[in-house]
């Protein structure tokens, strides 16, 4: 079992940043063992995926629109995930959600397992 907490939303201007955070709690399986990744919902769309980071740090995965202005990071030894996102645009609005998979860098909703509640970002034209 893995329990999931996003933090961090807020409303910013385009152009700004945010960092989002994801604490874990887990039985069983450690953190470490699990890669992570970031989804967004916007109001009448699918959730889509954002980014992926793997178990071990050593790969990441990226959605084109994100890509050089996201980074995802994580901290095994206080069981968290971050994402960074610099140059926010209107389009990034969105509930954020974070998620744990046993696999390595999989993009389908369907790869994850766990999920948080979600941190609403609204950013501002």
């Known amino acids: 079992q893995v329990q999931l907490v996003e933090s961090g939303g807020g409303l910013v201007q385009a152009g700004g940043s945010l960092r989002l955070a994801c604490a874990a709690s887990?039985?069983?399986?450690?953190?470490?063992?699990?890669?992570v990744g970031w989804f967004r919902q916007a109001p009448g769309k699918e959730r889509e995926f954002v980014a992926v980071i793997s178990y071990n740090k050593n790969y990441t995965h990226y959605e084109a629109s994100v890509k050089g202005r996201f980074t995802i990071s994580r901290d095994n030894a206080k069981n968290s995930v971050y994402l960074q996102m610099d140059s926010l645009k209107p389009e990034d609005t969105a509930v954020y959600y974070c998620?744990?998979?046993?696999?390595?860098?999989?993009?389908?909703?369907?790869?994850?397992?766990?999920w948080g509640q979600g941190t609403q970002v609204t950013v501002s034209s």
């Open positions: 887990t039985s069983g399986r450690t953190f470490g063992s699990y890669s």
């Open positions: 998620a744990t998979t046993q696999l390595v860098l999989p993009v389908a909703r369907e790869s994850y397992d766990y």
